[in-house]
């Protein structure tokens, strides 16, 4: 399930005009979800989804650790000890905690990761650093994709996991800063959202 691509999807139906209302739900692989659309003379100019609750059960990555929740977990990956929270999102999160996210040899340390005996069933990977209450700079290493420029579940999982640290605060609007743009995300006991905008790349034509 990925947050992005709702967020793409919802401007698409609408700006395209294949739907005409403002909220939508769409059916994907971890349940229904509500997107909600910021229009402006008949486009959308941003996007709010509803990602549902966010889970610290490690069962559910799942994890061949033994412990009931992975908060600030100290693993060695590699050659180095690092420090990770993992989150499931409707897919499977593991948020590393890093001084400077510019200091990661990302395109090496993700794979490692990635194919980590702890995760069997592999594992998306952020690295973040929190700026702050109210930011946080992120990059991500994708399973089966490598580094991408943002991930929208990964930036929920982001903040989960700065709050679950105590770095930051429930029910707080968090910054999640990565290479492809901003998203802003909001994490309470009902749920997690996810703001942010989708643009226009190019359009073509499939034939078959």
Known sequence: M????????????Y????VKKE?????TGSGVKSVELYTMSGQVTSACVSMGKASLDAKKLPTALKEARLVDYPVKIGEKLWRITCVDMGNPHCVVFCQRVDGVDVPVVGPQFEHAEIFPERINTEFIRVVNESTIKMRVWERGSGETMACGSGACAAVVAAVAG???QKGRDIT????GGDLTVNYTDDGVTLTGDAKLVYEG????
């Open 15 to 18: 700006d395209k005009g294949i």
């Open 23 to 27: 909220i939508l739900r769409i059916e």
């Open 166 to 168: 105590g770095l930051c």
């Open 205 to 208: 034509v499939v034939e078959y």
């Open 176 to 179: 999640v800063k990565a290479a």
């Open 2 to 13: 990925s947050g992005s691509a709702l967020l793409c999807m919802g401007k698409y139906l």
